[in-house]
C-alpha cells in the first residue's frame, strides 16, 4: 500500500532563519557592533569556491562583514595554523570557519582546535563537541542544528521517539546523535560496522543518513512511520546533486522526507550566519533582548 510521502523542504525554513538574523544583526549594529565573520582556506577547488562565494553574498544580504582569507593551495599547516591564532586573538571577528578541503599533508584535526570556541560556529573544536556531550553551551556544528531546526519547523515529535542517525562523523553524526538526546530521543548511531541497516531503520520514528553513500537507504529499509532526513551531497558524473537516500523508492514508502538540493543544505548555510550574529551578541556583552541564544541544543 503506497503512502503519501511528505516533502520537508528547507528552502522556507531557510528564509525564516535568514530574516531573524537579518534583525539580529540590525539590532547589533544599533548597539554600534557588526558582526564579522572570518572564512580561511587553502584550496583552488571550484566547487568550495563556489560556496565560500555563496556565503559572501548571503553575509552581505544580512548585514554581516565577512573575510575570505585565500592562502592558496600550497598553504603549509604552519601558515594555516599563524592565520587562525590571529583570528582567535582579533576582537572585530566574532566567527571563524576553516573551510575544506585543505592542502595536501595538512591535518584538519592540528588546526581546528586553534579555532576559538567562542567563535567556533561551525563546531569543529573538538572543545565545542565535548561541551554539547555535558550540556554546556558550544555552537554545534550547523549542518547538525539543521537536521533539529527542519524537524521542530515541521512540528516532527522527539521526545520519546526511536531515532536512528546514519554515520558517525564529528562533523554530523556524534553532534547530531547528542542534540537528539538532548530532546529526549531514543538514539541508535549505525556505522560500516553494523549490520544490515533496514535492522535498524525500519522500526525507526526518525531516520538521519549522513554516511556520504549514494542510495544507501531505500525504501525497503523505511516504514510508513518513518520521517527521513537525507543529509548527503553526492555529486553525480553529469553534476548533478544527490543525497544519501534513494529518494524514488523511500518516497511513496516514508511518512516525509527532505529534498537534495533544497533540504538540510539551504537550513545550514543559514545557520552559519545566524551563529555568527550570535557570537558577535555573546562577545559584545550588551543587554540585548535574548532572540535566540547560544545553545546546546541547537
Known amino acids: ?32 557592533v557588526r ?14 569556491r563556489w560556496y565560500v562565494r555563496s556565503i559572501e553574498r548571503a553575509a552581505e544580504r544580512a548585514g554581516i562583514g565577512c573575510r575570505v582569507l585565500d592562502l592558496g ?26 573551510q575544506t578541503p585543505l592542502p595536501a599533508g595538512v591535518r584538519a584535526d592540528a588546526l581546528v582546535g586553534l579555532i576559538a570556541p567562542e567563535k567556533d560556529i561551525d563546531g569543529a573544536n573538538p572543545l565545542s563537541l565535548g561541551r554539547l556531550a555535558v550540556g554546556q ?14 524537524l521542530d519547523h515541521y512540528a516532527v515529535p522527539v521526545a520519546g521517539r526511536n531515532a536512528v542517525v546514519v554515520g558517525r562523523s564529528a562533523v554530523v553524526g556524534k553532534p547530531l546523535s547528542l542534540l537528539l538526546l538532548e530532546r529526549d530521543a531514543a538514539v541508535t548511531v549505525c556505522h560500516s560496522r553494523s549490520g544490515p541497516l533496514g535492522t535498524y531503520t525500519r522500526e525507526a520514528d526518525i531516520v538521519v543518513v549522513a554516511a556520504g553513500r549514494t542510495g544507501l537507504l531505500t525504501g525497503g529499509d523505511v516504514s510508513a512511520k518513518t520521517v527521513v532526513v537525507d543529509v548527503g551531497t553526492n555529486v553525480l558524473a553529469d553534476g548533478s546533486l544527490v543525497g544519501d537516500v ?53
Do not use: C, K
Not at 20 to 25: G, L, N, V, Y
Not at 79 to 86: H, N
Open 1 to 32: 500500500m503506497s503512502t503519501e510521502t511528505a516533502t520537508l523542504s528547507g528552502t522556507s525554513l531557510a528564509g525564516i532563519i535568514r530574516e531573524r538574523t537579518q534583525d539580529e544583526a540590525r539590532t547589533l549594529e544599533q548597539h554600534g
Open 35 to 48: 558582526p564579522v565573520l572570518a572564512v580561511v582556506m587553502a584550496t583552488d577547488d571550484e566547487s568550495t
Open 73 to 98: 593551495h600550497d598553504a603549509t599547516e604552519q601558515v594555516l595554523a599563524s592565520v587562525l591564532r590571529d583570528l582567535a586573538a582579533e576582537p572585530s571577528v566574532n566567527g571563524i570557519i576553516l
Open 137 to 150: 553551551p558550544a555552537f554545534a556544528p550547523a549542518t547538525a542544528r539543521a537536521v533539529v531546526e527542519i
Open 246 to 298: 534513494d529518494g524514488n523508492s523511500v518516497r511513496g514508502v516514508a511518512a516525509a522526507l527532505t529534498p537534495v538540493p533544497g533540504g538540510v543544505g539551504s537550513v545550514t548555510t543559514a545557520l552559519l550566519l545566524l551563529h555568527t550574529v550570535e557570537a558577535a551578541r555573546n562577545q559584545s556583552g550588551s543587554l540585548i533582548a535574548e532572540s535566540g541564544v547560544l545553545q546546546a541544543a541547537g
